[in-house]
Nanobody, 127 residues
């Protein structure tokens, strides 16, 4: 069974950067769609980046609050999905969760579309 383990969260000052990682225990080839979600206190969970596999390539798309400041990419050799975040703001404070599914995803997926998800890594941005 696919196991996902996030790392890289922490506390940063506004304007800072962080790179989150998500280690996929099984070969990343089992997944056709991976994504980063975030869940802040008192806010709805939202997807911030989607990575879709097309043949041997992984194509990333930053969406919603992740546009312009976040970028996701997959390192197949390391079986790891990354989320590079820059110019962080206090409103980016949230639990960041990666998710994976064997099936292709289209549009803006919801967490319920994913078979596997990690426990999350906390990101706190101080003003």
């Amino acid at each position: 069974q696919e196991q996902l383990a996030e790392a890289g969260g922490g506390t940063v000052e506004a304007g800072g950067s962080l790179r989150l990682s998500c280690l996929v225990s099984e070969h990343m080839g089992h997944a056709d769609c991976m994504a980063w979600f975030r869940q802040g206190s008192g806010t709805e969970r939202e997807v911030v980046a989607i990575v879709r596999r097309t043949g041997e390539r992984w194509n990333a798309e930053s969406v919603n609050s992740g546009k312009d400041r976040f970028s996701a990419y997959a390192d197949v050799a390391a079986s790891t999905l990354y989320l590079q975040m820059s110019d962080l703001r206090p409103e980016d404070t949230a639990l960041y969760i990666c998710a994976a599914d064997r099936h292709r995803c289209t549009g803006i997926p919801d967490m319920s579309d994913f078979e596997h998800r990690g426990q999350g890594t906390q990101v706190t941005v101080n003003s």
